[in-house]
C-alpha cells in the first residue's frame, strides 16, 4: 500500500534509447511533480500537474515529456538519453498547503 | 539558482545531544519553509514546517526555527538518537504552485 510509487527503481540503458518511468499515487492528491536529483545532490523540480494540467515546466530539454493521463497517475519519457541524464528521478505528490509532498522512493537512471 | 543556501554538507552528533541544521535563503517571495528527511535509497520524507506569520514550530523532538529578518531557517533535534542519522534538506515554497526550492542537504551522523 505505497503511497507514491514509482518503477522502475533502476534504469541501466544505452545513449540514445527512450525510456520512460511510471509514477502513481493513492493520495487522492491533486498535484503530482517530477525530480531530478544530479550528482552534485541538488533536488530541482522539472514539471508538476495538477489534475493532469501542466502547471510547472521548469528549463528542462524537450527531450523530457510528462504525461498524466488522470490526477493519479504522472510518467516521465525521455527520448534520445544522454549520459548528463543519469541522475535519481523522484515523483512526488501534494495537496493543498501546509502539508508537503510526499515523494517516491526514486527511479536511478544511469545512461552508458 | 542558488536561493538557497544550506552550508554544511556533514554534522557529526552524540546521541543525547542536540543537532543543529541550519539553511539561508534569499528570495523573499517564501512564505512557507519546510524540513524533509531522507534514507539512503529511499525519497525524502516530511518531517516538520513552518509558515512565515511564525517564529518557531514544535513536534516532539523536532523544533523548527525562522528568522525572517535574517532569511535563516534552521532545526533542532533534541535529543538526537541513532536513528535520525539521515540527510536533511530544507524546502522553500512561495506563489500559489506549490513548488518547493530544496537545499542541497546535510548528512547528520548520530554516534551511539
Known amino acids: 500500500d505505497t503511497a507514491v510509487s514509482q518503477t522502475p527503481k533502476y534504469l541501466v540503458t544505452q545513449m540514445g534509447n527512450d525510456k520512460s518511468i511510471k509514477c502513481e499515487q493513492n493520495?487522492?492528491?491533486?498535484?503530482m511533480y517530477w525530480y531530478k536529483q544530479d550528482s552534485k545532490k541538488f533536488l530541482k523540480i522539472m514539471f508538476s500537474?495538477?489534475?493532469?494540467?501542466?502547471?510547472i515546466n521548469e528549463t528542462v530539454p524537450n527531450r523530457f515529456s510528462p504525461k498524466s493521463p488522470d490526477k493519479a497517475h504522472l510518467n516521465l519519457h525521455i527520448n534520445s538519453l544522454e549520459l548528463g541524464d543519469s541522475a535519481v528521478y523522484f515523483c512526488?505528490?501534494?495537496?493543498?498547503?501546509?502539508?508537503?509532498?510526499?515523494f517516491g522512493s526514486g527511479t536511478r537512471l544511469t545512461v552508458v | 539558482d542558488q536561493q538557497v543556501k544550506q552550508n554544511s554538507p556533514s554534522l557529526s552528533v552524540q546521541e543525547g545531544r542536540i543537532s543543529i541544521l541550519n539553511c539561508d535563503y534569499t528570495?523573499?517571495?517564501?512564505?512557507?519553509f519546510l524540513w524533509y528527511k531522507k534514507y539512503p535509497a529511499e525519497g525524502p520524507t516530511f518531517l516538520i514546517s513552518?509558515?512565515?506569520?511564525?517564529d518557531k514550530n514544535e513536534d516532539g523532538r523536532f523544533t523548527v526555527f525562522l528568522n525572517k529578518s535574517a532569511k535563516h531557517l534552521s532545526l533542532h533535534i533534541v535529543p538526537s538518537q541513532p536513528g535520525d542519522s539521515a540527510v536533511y534538506f530544507c524546502?522553500?515554497?512561495?506563489?500559489?504552485?506549490?513548488?518547493?526550492?530544496f537545499g542541497k542537504g546535510t548528512l547528520l551522523t548520530v554516534n551511539p
Open positions: 512526488a505528490s501534494s495537496q493543498e498547503r501546509p502539508y508537503g509532498y510526499t
Open positions: 493520495l487522492g492528491h491533486d498535484t
Open positions: 500537474y495538477n489534475n493532469k494540467e501542466l502547471i
Open positions: 528570495n523573499s517571495m517564501f512564505d512557507y
Open positions: 513552518i509558515s512565515s506569520i511564525k
Open positions: 524546502a522553500f515554497s512561495g506563489g500559489s504552485n506549490y513548488k518547493l526550492t
